[in-house]
């Protein structure tokens, strides 16, 4: 038994060795299904490529886990996205590091993003 424990301890360690602090989980909570997402860091002046690959799209009441190379490196991330109308939101210098979860609210008309 305590051979069991020690082998899930060592799996659940090695397994948080390859997460990035950076990783969360994106939930659409909007009437809007997004076909772009990108993300970038603050200081970089072009958009990284499109995290919606092969025709995937972040549908209304939807989510998906953004996942980080673990040398990703910036104080602040800036978030671009855009739905199926061509509507483009962007979110700049936000602070990605320990967070669980952004949550794409549509507020009177207007995208917003609750950080937890």
Do not use: P
């Amino acid at each position: 038994m305590k051979f069991r424990f020690f082998l899930f301890v060592l799996l659940l360690t090695v397994a948080n060795a390859f997460a990035s602090d950076l990783d969360f989980t994106l939930l659409n909570q909007t009437g809007r299904s997004f076909e772009g997402l990108y993300i970038t860091a603050s200081d970089n002046k072009d958009w990284d490529a499109n995290l919606l690959l092969d025709g995937k799209v972040l549908a209304a009441g939807g989510k998906i886990r953004v996942r980080f190379k673990n040398d990703a490196k910036s104080a602040t991330w800036d978030f671009n996205l855009v739905d199926d109308e061509g509507l483009s939101v962007t979110f700049s210098k936000v602070d990605l590091a320990g967070l669980d979860t952004v949550t794409l609210k549509d507020v009177n008309g207007k995208i917003t993003a609750e950080i937890e």
